[in-house]
């Protein structure tokens, strides 16, 4: 298989958003889909996993082709730190309000990165973080708390 696969990462990431947009498309399967003018809660979910198959196939295809590369080191540490910040966000939506679940997840991913610097990672939190809280809040009107309950 080695001297198929040119470019095992592209296979590996192939294989992994196929997965991902398997699993979106048998959740939402028994989502009514409505139109596109007057969309179902199933419309979003299964154009973005149909989306992703595409992109999956793509890169599948692409990992046949080419200069071949090795799949290198797996770095362990930004996967952790960005799944532990995407779970701190839906952890602390509801108690400490958007706000804090953004700049959470913010700093959680930045740490991931060999390349983390302290004070660039919190002016970006802090930065997205209110540029979230008008958008979202204020200006979509969405019921997101922008302060949770932990703060009352």
């Given at each position: 298989m080695s001297n198929v696969v040119r470019k095992p990462r592209e296979l590996f990431a192939g294989i992994l958003f196929l997965a991902v947009a398997i699993f979106v498309f048998v959740v939402a399967r028994h989502y009514t889909f409505g139109t596109s003018r007057q969309m179902g809660p199933g419309y979003f979910p299964i154009i973005l996993s149909l989306l992703n198959t595409g992109f999956a196939l793509m890169l599948i295809v692409r990992s046949f082709f080419g200069r071949a590369e090795s799949f290198g080191d797996?770095?362990?540490?930004?996967?952790?730190?960005?799944?532990?910040?995407?779970?701190?966000?839906?952890?602390?939506i509801k108690p400490a309000g958007l706000i804090v679940a953004i700049v959470t997840t913010v700093l959680l991913g930045s740490y991931g990165s060999v390349e983390f610097k302290p004070l660039p990672a919190i002016a970006s939190a802090v930065v997205l973080a209110a540029g979230s809280a008008v958008v979202f809040v204020l200006l979509l009107g969405q019921p997101l708390p922008i302060l949770g309950y932990w703060f009352r």
């Open positions: 797996l770095s362990v540490r930004p996967a952790v730190f960005v799944l532990a910040g995407t779970l701190s966000f839906g952890l602390l």
